[in-house]
């Protein structure tokens, strides 16, 4: 995520994966400098029906990018490239990690902008083809087109890793977009993101990326940011 790491780790993977729709997902995100997006985010950990945000996200090389919560609630989750940024208005506090030291979910998606690598992330890789007759549950964005779905087996946590999902989904549409990634945790952790309205190569200002702190608000440095927007 662009996902050309992702790519370059299929490739050394190929098992199932559908080559051709692969090769059109590369190709389709090679030409990108800048890019932009709609979000959706659900978070649930088993019990009850969850939280889930939206907002808009901003993607720029070389590894940038940054989130916007606008629902229910304002938030900012920004990487500069060499920080990773979280704040919340109504907190009037910042907090800030080095970005190797994060282990938050949403810094991977740097790989958008080639800055991750996921050869470190996934052991293996395996494609199947969306069933565009399956239904989403209640209070859901209604189903996506059909489409590729990658799954990605994780490698095994280490001591200083923050810990492994036990599988991560990437989802491409029709069109080659990536729609949807979704990361499987121990005991029934689900977290979503789902991405429309992309918009590739726009003119974004350098500030988008650079976070200020507004007046009278603190900064807190964490070695991680896991878990900041549960």
Same mark, same amino acid.
């Given at each position: ?58 993607? $720029? ?22 920080? !990773?940024?979280?704040?919340? @208005?109504?907190?009037?506090?910042? $907090? ?31 494609? $199947?083809? !969306? ?11 209604? @189903? ?34 990536? !729609? ?22 726009? @003119? ?15 900064? !807190? ?10």
């Amino acid at each position: 995520m662009y996902l050309l790491c992702l790519f370059a780790l299929l490739s050394a993977h190929p098992g199932n994966v559908d080559s051709a729709r692969l090769h059109a997902l590369e190709k389709h995100y090679q030409r990108a400098r800048t890019l932009k997006a709609v979000f959706y985010q659900r978070y649930s950990d088993g019990n009850g029906p969850g939280t889930a945000e939206s907002g808009t996200v901003y993607f $720029s090389r070389p590894g940038r990018m940054r989130w916007d919560y606008e629902s229910p609630e304002q938030k900012v989750f920004l990487v500069d490239g060499k920080n !990773v940024w979280f704040y919340v @208005p109504a907190d009037r506090t910042a $907090s800030r990690a080095k970005l190797n030291e994060s282990s938050d979910w949403r810094t991977p998606l740097a790989l958008l902008t080639g800055k991750a690598d996921l050869s470190h992330l996934c052991r293996t890789i395996e494609a $199947s083809h !969306v069933d565009p007759a399956a239904g989403n549950k209640p209070g859901e964005p209604a @189903p996506l087109p059909a489409g590729m779905i990658f799954h990605c087996e994780p490698r095994s946590s280490s001591p200083t890793d923050g810990g492994a999902p036990s599988e991560i989904t990437f989802e491409a549409d029709a069109s080659d977009r990536l !729609v949807r990634i979704v990361i499987h945790e121990p005991g029934n952790v689900e977290t979503e993101f789902r991405f429309g309205n992309w918009e590739e190569n726009l @003119p974004i200002p350098e500030a988008t990326f650079h976070f200020a702190p507004p007046p009278g608000v603190a900064i !807190v440095d964490e070695a991680t940011l896991a878990g900041g927007l549960r």
